[in-house]
């Protein structure tokens, strides 16, 4: 394959460590390390904290007008006009062989109605919640319209899981269009060298001999983190000769949120921010991946999910799971095979499922032994080869 010029525009990016921004830097990473120059486009303001950062990035970052975007939710013509010159100077300057666009809306609908024009091919990736039908999300009529009226126009759009790919059909988008790429796990990361769960719990403030379950995602109403309190505080309550443990994992303080009662001190809280090693951010952190390997169960509460990254790190650390049966993990984990679901919403359900793993051992490891293959399943050199073949296929004009 011929070294390929790759933009990949995304409106949110690091120093922020959430799915997307992870993703998309370990993605250009390894477009790098494969022989394609890889530039990332970010708004101004991404741009100079990155430059703040102080980061050796092997990739280029390039800043984007971001404000233009803003003139979508105004003056929908006048914004598609000024996105479109934006573009076109940067196509003009960096020829790019194909784009790479990150969230459906402003990104891709821009780069969809931009591509129906200048014929670039482009390659359209969602993130997860900003498909499915969560009632937190918030799209305006202009926004739902812009949706259904722009992206059918995209010539190449991948899709997490089946369940994303249902929906993104729904929006009009033609199924021969689309192809599934998972997310992506380095599964190397939580099988080397580690300094023992002993040292990991002791800064933690865990007992070594508690059971801990992890859970690994930010403050956000899609996690339902309510639920997971209050069926921890269950479990407690119904397990009283255990230490039980929960570590919450993640982006945003969540100091306000917990509600346990009796049982808020067994909660801990911890975050990960990247720090660089040799001048590159290392993703995930070697402190979250230190703290899953010295944890006993994964466990996430979530309404919805594109695809967790989280999950299949739990997977690829050798954790046993309980999740709930929602799109993004039902299409990666199979009821008593590699983890157990429960329905959403119910911190009952959630409880007793737990409850399962702390009383199982035999459970516990049948369920990691299954983790760790289907995580194998995941790893960063296929789905950087189907990302190639993808990127191909839209420049050929076969999609």
């Keep these: ?178 192809r599934i790429i998972p997310n992506a796990v380095e599964t190397g990361l939580f099988t080397g060298a580690f300094r023992g769960r002993s040292a990991v719990r002791v800064e933690m403030g865990i007992p070594d001999d508690a059971f801990v379950f992890l859970c690994v995602a930010r403050n956000h109403p899609q996690k339902d983190f309510p639920t997971l309190f209050a069926a921890f505080a269950q479990l407690c309550a119904a397990h009283p000769g255990h230490d039980l443990r929960l570590v919450v994992a993640g982006r945003d303080a969540l100091t306000a949120k917990v509600d346990c009662g009796e049982f808020s001190n067994r909660v801990h809280l911890a975050e990960f921010g990247a720090k660089p090693a040799d001048g590159v951010p290392s993703m995930p952190p070697e402190g979250l991946v230190e703290v899953y390997r010295s944890a006993d169960a994964f466990v996430l509460s979530s309404l919805l999910e594109g695809f967790s990254s989280a999950l299949i790190e739990a997977m690829a650390a050798g954790l046993p799971s309980v999740l709930t049966d929602v799109p993004g993990i039902r299409g990666v984990v199979v009821d008593g095979r590699e983890g157990l679901l429960v329905p959403c919403g119910k911190p009952a359900a959630l409880a007793d499922a737990m409850g399962r793993l702390v009383n199982n051992v035999e459970l516990r490891e049948q369920l990691a032994r299954a983790a760790r293959c289907t995580a194998a399943t995941f790893d960063w050199s296929s789905v950087v080869a189907a990302y190639l073949l993808f990127y191909e296929s839209a420049i050929a004009g076969k999609n």
């Design 1 to 178: 394959m011929k070294s390929l010029r790759i933009a990949i525009i995304i409106p949110t990016f690091l120093p922020k460590c959430s799915g997307a921004e992870v993703f998309h830097h370990n993605l250009a990473v390894r477009l790098v390390a494969a022989g394609h120059r890889t530039t990332v486009i970010v708004p101004k303001g991404r741009a100079r904290q990155l430059r703040r950062a102080g980061w050796s990035l092997p990739y280029a970052v390039e800043s984007y007008p971001d404000k233009r975007w803003n003139f979508l939710k105004r003056n929908s013509r006048f914004g598609f006009w000024l996105t479109r010159r934006a573009l076109f100077a940067l196509q003009k300057r960096y020829r790019f062989d194909v784009w790479h666009s990150v969230v459906l809306y402003p990104t891709s609908v821009c780069l969809a109605d931009w591509q129906a024009r200048s014929g670039v091919p482009t390659v359209i990736r969602p993130v997860g919640d900003d498909v499915g039908g969560l009632p937190s999300r918030r799209h305006t009529k202009l926004v739902d319209r812009v949706l259904r009226e722009k992206l059918p126009l995209a010539k190449a759009v991948v899709a997490l899981s089946a369940d994303m790919r249902d929906e993104l059909i729904g929006l009009g988008i033609a199924p021969e269009k689309i």
